[in-house]
């Protein structure tokens, strides 16, 4: 284990090779030179592949698998029977990234998560699948340890935000003790003053006034000193993967503003995985290096932010984008189109493509045939017989790289 | 130019007791058309609901005057009141707890029109709730009409909830919410429906809303208002409002606002407020009231003089220094 006490700065550890599958990460500044000039090259190449080709995007190549979830199955026991509420999902989650997970209400984005650290309700059922982690030690497939072992990891290697959750404050004990059961349950030997010091360093990154909220009860902070609070716990042990169920639904627009930039901060400051899950999907524009859209229990398209808004390739990614109302000239004047229709019941199982009667672009073969989820160019994922009929939302013109 | 349905004058209410008085609404003046748009934005707790309530009739005003169709509301007859309750109508920010769990939709949407006798017999009561059904875009309407408010989504509680202010055909709605808790696929379908159902029907709407950006979208053809602790710091036509904002508040909130575009969102320029906590209403801050969040605030005037709304043709701005 790395030495959390150390009080320089709680979220950075020493080294990123975690990885011991694919630990080729560069080393000397000549090499990462290199490196990124070849992967210009071929990241180019890789989207000269993508009809319309007019997209410039520069996919990260030099990506350190955390996480990996394969063909993961989760149903639920129901009166009515089994619900499918992850319907055979892949995805990585890879270091020092931000990955969304955006899809309509019900189509699994918690029980996805929830997965993540095994924490779904009791009549949960893991199917199939495995959830590889890459951790300090080796890999382990999540779905296969004991309740003991699970705890270890949650909120040391990987932490969660509940959706809703600031109710999660005991309403009779204060902030601090928060902090010091949370880290007690992990590190049992660390002085009240040593945590205390930690929380308070997190807090006034959060632009609270520590003192203040750490002798508070939950019901004397505002809710977006609450939302603050609670991510700043959520950081206490250094986590590499923090998980956050809609981190600002229900908070006023000025609030969430200072959430976000807070959040990027940290995320510019420090080394950790990041997943959002929002319905909001101005939210995961903004703070998203990947996102992942979910359907019915499964991804159907996954890739860097800018494929999604600009050049989606999944139909319902499409339909999605295409009815957020915005603010900035141009856009939203025309009248906004939603998608039509209603998700499947997840009790049955399909034989089609799940969108498909939603869908404007299916084909005969999506009524009979369940598309896999395929890669269209690099890191850019979809699960869609049709892709290259989805129009493009914005042209390359306003696409520009970074560097 | 249609006619002023709406005409609030310098309204003000207060809730609590004598010494405890705490201020909800503090004089806001403003009229709304006949067949007109009006959207209002805040933050929470500015009085947004209060508002909508004191407009329904469901809250009364302590000063200032509300007049609709020309006649003050609350020196209406007892007959002339129930009449105004059923030209305005509220659907509230919360579809659950507004929808009855023991009754289907049916029952729901039916008991209001055999209250005010707006249908005799059942076979009427069946075609009207199928049309209104049908209005709010529930189709197969077999599909709901027996249905329970626990059985239906978010988005069609929502829908049922507007039906039901629609059983009495008002001709004014306030619309608290109604899609903050909805999915975008289905926000823009229920925001589309209550447009085309003004186009119907010639409705006036008081729509409520924390997202400036489907205020935009809303109120295309309308105007916005933006409220700050009880007063209204900005009105006008929303391309106005949006195009070229005026008050420092209402532009850190038009800057504040994420966009669903990885590009815009992440070079939008942003109004930086002063980093303090909202006031509380018992304790508002003298001059304008905004001036302990406004960077431009100068003393004395800010701090010391009560500021009104003012200026000329439609665009309003309430602030010492526009
Ligand atoms: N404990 C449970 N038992 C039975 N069904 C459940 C349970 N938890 C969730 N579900 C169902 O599983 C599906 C997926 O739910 P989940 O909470 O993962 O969705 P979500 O995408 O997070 O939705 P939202 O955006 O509304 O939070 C839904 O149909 C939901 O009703
Ligand atoms: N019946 C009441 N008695 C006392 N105070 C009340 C009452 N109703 C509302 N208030 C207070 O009036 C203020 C304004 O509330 P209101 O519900 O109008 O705000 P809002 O703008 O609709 O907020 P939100 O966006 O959170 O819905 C709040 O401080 C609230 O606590
Ligand atoms: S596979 Fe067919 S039905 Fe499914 S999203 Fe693609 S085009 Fe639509
Ligand atoms: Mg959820
Ligand atoms: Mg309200």
New binding site residues.
Partial sequence: MTDKNSNTNYYSRPGNNRDPINNDRPDTADEIKEQTEAQKVKSESAVADLDGGDLKINPKTDRNKLMEVKNLHIAYNTDRGKLHAVNGVDFSIYNNETTAVIGESGCGKTTLCLALLKLTEKNARYLSGEIIYQGDEQEKNILKLDEGELRKLRWSDISLVFQASQSVFNPVIKIKEHFIDTVRAHQRGLSAKKILKRARNLLEQMQLDADRVLSSYAHELSGGMKQRTLIALSFILEPKIVIFDEPTTALDVLTQRKILDLLKTIKEKNDFSLIIITHDLAISAELADNVATMYAGKIVEYGPVESIYYQPRHPYSYGLIKAVPKIVAGEGEEGLTSITGKPPDLIEIQEQCSFAPRCDFASSKCYNTIPSLNNIAEGHQVACFNYQEVPSIKDGSHVQNSD | MSRTLIEVKDISKS??EKNKK?P?LRGLTFNIKADEILCVV?E???????LGKVLAGLEGYNGGSYLHEKKEVNKLSKKDFKLFRRRVQMIH?DPFASLNPTQNVFTILSAPLYRHKIVKGYQQAVDKVNSLLDLVGLTPVQDFIDKFPHQLSGGQRQRISIARSLTLEPAFLIVD?AVSMIDTSLRISILNNLLEIQNKLKVAYFFIT?DLAVANYFAQKGRIAVMYLGKIVEIAPTEEIIGNPRHPYTRALIGAIPEADPEVTRQKERFKLKDSEVPS?QNIPGGCAFHTRCPWAEKPICYEKEVRLTGSGQHKTACHLV
């Fill in positions: 809730f609590g705490v909800v805040g929470s707790g500015c009085g947004k609901t209060t920010q919410e924390h209403l």
